[in-house]
């Protein structure tokens, strides 16, 4: 199984609403990474779990809270958000550690905020 | 901070054609990989192929192979017989081999094949 699962693959929320993004893997991975992507741009780095630990955390506002409540699912909830954090987000799995060792990508939830 | 450049935003290939995409990088490390991405429009995100920095040989699969020039530091990616299924973003990125699991992305070159 080399699937990363996404879901919801679509979601539309205003900015007082609570929602939340699942990821899920069963490679097996220790690394698992939630992206940001605009369109025509590479994907943003926001938050790296390594062994279920917050190893990167790049800056990201708090209405974005991720989680890792085990080594196959990674969540991102989301509080409060702005128009411009409409986007697509990824998330992406990888083994941990120094080898050869390239992501794999879920196909992503697409988020429109209003 | 590493970063990966692609310096070419946009590229166009006759079907059928060959077709090369840019990418440097700045390092200093000496083991590290390299990585070219597909994104195809509003599909997943797939490896294409991807290069060991010691490896003096370049990495092929089928279609795909690198130009992978460690001095230079420049990572190409030549795409032979292009098909129309080829049409997508493609992002070149980077990985160190000992610190950390961070990738590093570059701006991506959008490829259309002409029919």
């Known amino acids: 199984d080399t699937e990363v699962t996404q879901t919801p693959k679509h979601l539309v929320m205003g900015m007082t609403n609570k929602k939340s993004l699942k990821c899920e893997q069963h490679?097996?991975?220790?690394?698992m990474y939630w992206y940001k992507q605009k369109a025509k741009k590479p994907p943003e780095l926001m938050f790296v779990y390594s062994y279920e630990k917050l190893s990167i955390n790049e800056s990201v506002p708090s209405r974005f809270s991720p989680e890792c409540p085990n080594s196959s699912l990674l969540n991102l909830h989301l509080h409060a958000l702005q128009p411009e954090d409409s986007a697509l987000y990824l998330c992406?799995?990888?083994?941990?550690?120094?080898?050869?060792?390239?992501?794999?990508f879920g196909p992503g939830t697409r988020l429109t905020v209003l | 901070a590493q970063t990966v450049t692609q310096s070419q935003p946009e590229m166009s290939v006759q079907e059928a054609e060959t077709v090369t995409l840019s990418c440097t990088y700045d390092t200093s490390e000496s083991d590290y990989y390299l990585f070219w991405y597909k994104q195809p429009p509003s599909r997943q995100m797939i490896l294409v192929i991807r290069q060991e920095a010691y490896k003096q040989q370049n990495a092929t699969e089928n279609r795909f192979s690198v130009n992978f020039q460690k001095a230079a530091k420049s990572f190409s990616l030549k795409i032979s017989d292009s098909q129309l299924g080829d049409a997508a973003m493609y992002f070149c990125?980077?990985?160190?081999?000992?610190?950390?699991?961070?990738?590093?992305f570059g701006t991506g070159t959008s490829l259309t094949v002409i029919p």
């Open positions: 990125a980077y990985r160190s081999a000992w610190s950390g699991n961070q990738f590093y």
């Open positions: 992406a799995s990888s083994r941990s550690g120094p080898s050869y060792n390239e992501q794999f």
């Open positions: 490679m097996g991975h220790r690394a």
